[in-house]
């Protein structure tokens, strides 16, 4: 049974380029979530996907964007990336309507800016 | 909003011993779960335990335990027998029971365990 994997592991921009992370769920889930956890805190949430659709948001800015494919795995596009857009990206995956399920995670990309 | 605090950014445990991890939260809502995570230097959320608000039990995983106490806000991890391998990032995180809501984390507890 596999679990959330992502792609890839280890990634290094500059400021001003755009980036795509990729997240495939664990087996039989048809939900993704995306978490940036910058160094020293606690994952914030970005955004949720499913059926296709952005379904709830967290506090980051239009340059995040996302889609879900109908494999339900997803990805993760940043534009005009900043310094502060270095981070650990988490992966997670769930069960709509599971709701007494905890979330999966992947083992994240690390995103440097330089 | 709501809110997760770990107040301890960093503790340590002498091998075999017993610790326990703080975390308080603030919600107006009466149904929600709470889970502990542990996050080694593999990077990997690893779920170690969740409570569900609605019961009074407190949740038990082989050496993991937790102290729910719901009208303070509370909801502490017990870590019995410490061994090498607990030493890791741990982050209580809560969940309102509505949807496939998102979770919210604290900031972290760096767990070192001595030999």
Same mark, same amino acid.
């Given at each position: 049974?596999?679990?959330?994997? +992502? ?10 380029? %755009? ?7 664990? &087996? !039989? $889930? ?13 994952? +914030? ?10 379904? %709830? ?7 995040? &964007? !996302? $889609? ?47 | ?115």
């Amino acid at each position: 049974d596999a679990g959330v994997t +992502q792609s890839p592991t280890h990634l290094i921009k500059t400021r001003g380029q %755009q980036v795509t992370l990729r997240c495939s769920p664990k &087996s !039989g $889930h048809d939900t993704v979530s995306w978490y940036q956890q910058a160094l020293g805190q606690g994952p +914030q949430f970005i955004f949720q996907y499913y059926e296709e659709e952005e379904r %709830q948001r967290g506090n980051f800015p239009d340059r995040f &964007s !996302g $889609h879900q494919f109908p494999n339900y795995s997803s990805e993760l596009n940043v534009n005009a990336l900043l310094l502060g857009d270095s981070a650990l990206y988490l992966c997670a995956s769930s069960l709509m309507g599971e709701r007494n399920q905890p979330q999966h995670f992947g083992d994240g990309t690390r995103l440097s800016i330089l | 909003a709501q809110t997760v605090t770990q107040s301890q950014p960093e503790m340590s445990v002498q091998e075999a011993e017993t610790v326990t991890l703080s975390c308080t939260y603030d919600t107006s809502e009466s149904d929600y779960y709470l889970f502990w995570y542990k996050q080694p230097p593999s990077r990997q959320m690893i779920l170690v335990i969740r409570q569900e608000a609605y019961k009074q039990q407190n949740a038990t995983e082989n050496r993991f335990s937790v102290n729910f106490q719901k009208a303070a806000k509370s909801f502490s991890l017990k870590i019995s027998d410490s061994q090498l391998g607990d030493a890791a990032m741990y982050f209580c995180a809560y969940r309102p029971n509505s949807g496939n809501t998102p979770l919210v984390f604290g900031k972290g507890t760096r767990l070192s365990v001595i030999a």
